[in-house]
Nanobody, 119 residues
Framework: QVQLVESGGGLVQAGGSLRLSCAAS????????MGWFRQAPGKEREFVAR????????YYRDSVKGRFTISRDNAKNTVYLQMNSLKPEDTAVYYC????????????WGQGTQVTVSS
């Protein structure tokens, strides 16, 4: 089992920044990759960013490239999402997730943290 706890959400004006954190505990040595997802009201959950736990390679959805940065601190078992130049359309509940099986789905999820960007 892997437990994930997000923090760092809040209310920010357009153009501002926030940094989300996701602290992992439990069988973290089994983690293959970590991801951030978001879900806005009335919309489906969507992928935001991903980082491989070992090699650190990263992937982003097009709409956040150049504005968001995913990173990890292996010693702290924590993944971060630095969000700059925020836009109202970034408003959503942000979730972190862990993938523990190569080629599998994300099988552990956090409880989510609200990000609200005002115009």
């Amino acid at each position: 089992q892997v437990q994930l706890v997000e923090s760092g959400g809040g209310l920010v004006q357009a153009g501002g920044s926030l940094r989300l954190s996701c602290a992992a505990s439990g069988r973290t040595f089994s983690t293959y990759a970590m991801g951030w997802f978001r879900q806005a009201p009335g919309k489906e959950r969507e992928f935001v960013a991903r980082i491989h736990w070992g090699g650190g390679s990263t992937y982003y959805r097009d709409s956040v490239k150049g504005r968001f940065t995913i990173s990890r601190d292996n010693a702290k078992n924590t993944v971060y999402l630095q969000m700059n130049s925020l836009k109202p359309e970034d408003t959503a509940v942000y979730y972190c997730a862990a993938q523990t099986v190569v080629g599998g789905n994300y099988n552990y999820w956090g409880q989510g943290t609200q990000v609200t960007v005002s115009s």
